[in-house]
């Protein structure tokens, strides 16, 4: 186990790894913002899935949800990650419930370098509470909403990554310096190994 003041490594394999990243968390973990740094430090081309979606069908991610459902949309979800992990150097945030799937995990764990940025239920409340684009918020009681989504799926993500790191309330700009600084080291000792075993 590998770990330093912001991350630690799970017990995930990491040697395999493509240049890709993909960061995996809650809505309001910060996945693109941090996720733009992180592609800019890393001299990645950065991809949003949400937005990849949005794109394509030309319309939004909860007008998605309201004509086909979180089923509908999970389908389209899983099909973008087929198509960008195809895609080699980059830095992709995933929608919030992308480990849902297993196909999905699967995916993201075979073709990059997986990051969990984790942040408590009451740092997600105060960063999404205001956000109407947050289809599965609209609820009556939409914090005890997203405390259940985040039972639900903070196990997922652990299971999914092969870095875990606090995101809480540090800045996205040094969140993101010390991971390049971490993946830059991890693809360093990777280079060596592989020089190694081929001499």
């Known amino acids: ?104 995990r699967e995916i993201l764990m075979l073709n990059g370098t997986v990051i969990y940025l984790r942040a408590t239920v009451d740092d997600l409340w105060r960063r999404t509470r205001q956000d109407k684009n947050r289809p599965l918020l609209q609820t009556p009681d939409p914090r005890r909403k997203l405390t259940e989504l985040y039972a639900q799926r903070d196990p997922l993500y652990k299971e999914t990554a092969h870095i875990v790191v606090e995101s809480g309330r540090r800045s996205a700009r040094h969140l993101a310096q010390l991971l390049a600084q971490q993946l830059a080291c991890s693809e360093s000792r990777t280079a060596e190994k592989q020089t190694s075993h081929s001499e």
Do not use: C, Y
């Open 1 to 104: 186990m590998n770990s330093t003041n912001a991350t630690s490594v799970s017990d995930n394999d990491t040697d395999d790894m493509t240049g890709n990243v993909f960061l995996v968390g809650m809505m309001g973990a910060g996945k693109t913002t941090i996720g733009k740094f992180l592609a800019n430090f890393l001299n990645k081309t950065f991809f949003d899935s949400d937005r990849e979606i949005q794109k394509r069908t030309g319309v939004t991610i909860p007008l998605i949800f309201e004509i086909e459902g979180e089923p509908g949309f999970r389908k389209r979800e899983t099909e973008m990650l087929l198509e960008l992990v195809k895609t080699k150097n980059i830095v992709l945030a995933t929608g919030g419930g992308a480990v849902l799937s297993a196909e999905n």
